[in-house]
């Protein structure tokens, strides 16, 4: 891929976007980056090409401690429709079709696994596998008019990969009836049953999320990692392994130089001056 980047804080940002990019990235200013899925005239669906993009862009960025925060979004009137029906129809095969819904199963991980916050900046449409990535990413803003679907029953294909996102995303009854129904739910319900963080006016969605990832940005990286990466290791524990695991965690965290300098910060009244580590 040939993708022009730009420099952090450079406010004369330029890209480059041949047809091939199908993911924009800009690095913006307090070391975000916002990764952007460029098939607007296909509701930005995931075909195998931009999966690929996608998974390329996170694992170009995972030792990169110069990004601190992720913003997902879409361009054109959506965020994502899901897979590209199209291409998995114009490939009959089960070879083809294993190796888009593994991959993607892949690019879902390597969001969890990324070792900094991803925040899905959500408009227009969300359904299916776009419903997937929006209940993958650690946190979600959507525009009030924003929908979420999983639509795949009324199609005669069930969900099956967005449902194991989902339901670890919210209860499992609303997860149930969202599988079942197929039906469009907006982005109120969605905040409500816990899809995203929050819905706000369509006109003001890149700048509540851009404040959002800027809060973020300006916490210790170093914290950051060990949070997130704990976060979804002891979901799944009982109860009693996780607080033995948390326990673990916060003793190691304690000896970091940053819980040093963030205590001290803390005690004296000032501001923290963090060395991410």
């Keep these: 891929m040939d993708i022009a980047l730009t420099s952090f804080g450079d406010s004369n940002q330029q890209r480059v976007c041949p047809d091939t990019n199908l993911i924009l990235r800009d690095e913006l200013e307090n070391g975000i980056v916002r990764l952007t899925m460029n098939r607007p005239e296909a509701r930005n669906a995931l075909s195998l090409e931009m999966i690929r993009q996608l998974m390329t862009q996170f694992e170009s960025m995972a030792h990169d401690d110069k990004v601190r925060v992720v913003i997902l979004a879409g361009a054109g009137p959506a965020f994502c429709a899901g897979h590209d029906l199209k291409e998995l129809s114009g490939e009959p095969t089960v070879d083809f079709h294993a190796k888009v819904f593994g991959l993607a199963g892949r690019l879902m991980l ?3 696994d990324f070792q900094r916050p991803v925040i899905a900046e959500v408009q227009g449409i969300a359904t299916a596998a ?97 949070g997130k990466a704990a976060f979804y290791r002891q979901i799944d524990m009982d109860l009693k392994r996780a607080y033995d695991y948390a326990a673990h965690v916060m003793t190691e965290n304690m000896q970091a130089l940053d819980a040093a300098e963030g205590i001290d910060a803390f005690l004296h009244k000032r501001k923290p001056i963090w060395q991410d580590c």
């Design 130 to 226: 776009g419903a997937q990535l929006v209940a993958t990413a650690d946190l979600a803003i959507a525009a009030e008019d924003a929908r979420f679907a999983t639509p795949g029953v009324n199609i005669g294909l069930f969900c099956s990969t967005p449902m194991v996102a989902l339901s670890r995303a919210v209860a499992s009854k609303h997860a149930m009836e969202m599988l079942l129904t197929g039906d469009m739910i907006g982005a109120q319900e969605a905040r409500r049953i816990g899809l995203i963080n929050r819905a706000v006016p369509a006109a003001e969605l890149t700048k509540a999320t851009m404040a959002l990832a800027t809060k973020i940005a300006g916490k210790s990286i170093q914290t950051l990692k060990i």
């Design 110 to 112: 390597t969001i969890t």
